[in-house]
């Protein structure tokens, strides 16, 4: 305990004096405001600190989804875009989604479209439709793509049988090649006592990670919409699913982004029904990557970003009945390992459009 010399006090009782107990109590309230002012500034959450830009993609006659961003040898930032044409039956996107690559000259864009990078085979295999939710990454002097697949898009088969594959490149222009011949690095567990054995879902949206001290995490969703995990001492694999699921996560969740984030393992998903906010994003973190047992908000409603009237709001895909806008998969851009841009799709077009829009957020730590 600090002992205060008693002349402190009686000097303190002549302060109070002179300038008036209530002039006192002012400037007492004015302090504490300023600290909490500070102490509100220094606790931002990770949503507030993304700020809009503006559209990434759009492209007339397609739905726009999936929209990963990756920096490129040529200097040029390379999208790997998930689409299928708009006039497509529902659901589109299990059977017609293909993996577009764009190319702008700033993360901004302009974003112009290259070529198409992966289709489905339309043949005997497990890939045969949907190309989707791609994840690009370069990992030495490799480029990664991840994605999605299904052999059967109608139902009861779907959406069970989706799995994930992996195709390299030692270019983002291509050619890619698919890793194990065919491409598929995961699939659901054979072993009856793991969490999704005969998942409903299958395993689906992954997330890479290249572990600061070797090995790569393989994030995944699979089932009742928890998040999963896969590991691998080489790029290529084979990866090994852990027996439990890394969140506990009761409401849905979706389109994890896996990064470092503060000394931190960090999953970006969407939060489709209000762990938060329904309809925003939530940065989870954990201390080993295994066990994601910190939340905050990632990301907010569009609404949060760009004031929009919802009765200009095209819906193109999903409920056509909300009060908000709502985005879905982020992808992160970094830059010196730190998160700089965020991509994002939706299915409403804030601007009234005729087709689905992705997104562009800025972060401003």
Known sequence: MEFRNPFYFVLQLEIVSKIGLKVLVNLALLVVLMQSYIYGQSEKSFADQWEYVGVAIEEPGYVIWGTSPVLGDDGKIHLFVARWPGNTVEPGWRSHSEIAHYVGDTPEGPFIFSDIALQGTGLDTWD????HNPAIHKVGEKYILLYIGN?????????????IGMATSDSPYGPWKKVNDDGLILDVPKNQKYWNH????????PALLQHPNGGFFLYFKSEKARMGLAVAENIEGPYVQMPFPVTNNKQSIEDGYAFMHEGKFALLTTDNHGIIEEGGGILWTSEDGIVFDKYEKGFHRINGYVPLNMSKV???????DRS????ERPQILLKDGKPSYLYLPSGSNIHGGPSTESYILKFKP
């Open 151 to 163: 052999n059967d898009y109608s139902r009861p088969a779907h959406p069970s049988n989706q799995k």
């Open 198 to 205: 005969k998942a409903s879902n299958g395993v689906n949206n």
């Open 324 to 327: 908000y806008a709502k985005f």
């Open 314 to 320: 095209t819906v193109h895909y999903g409920p056509k």
């Open 128 to 131: 045969r439709f949907g190309m």
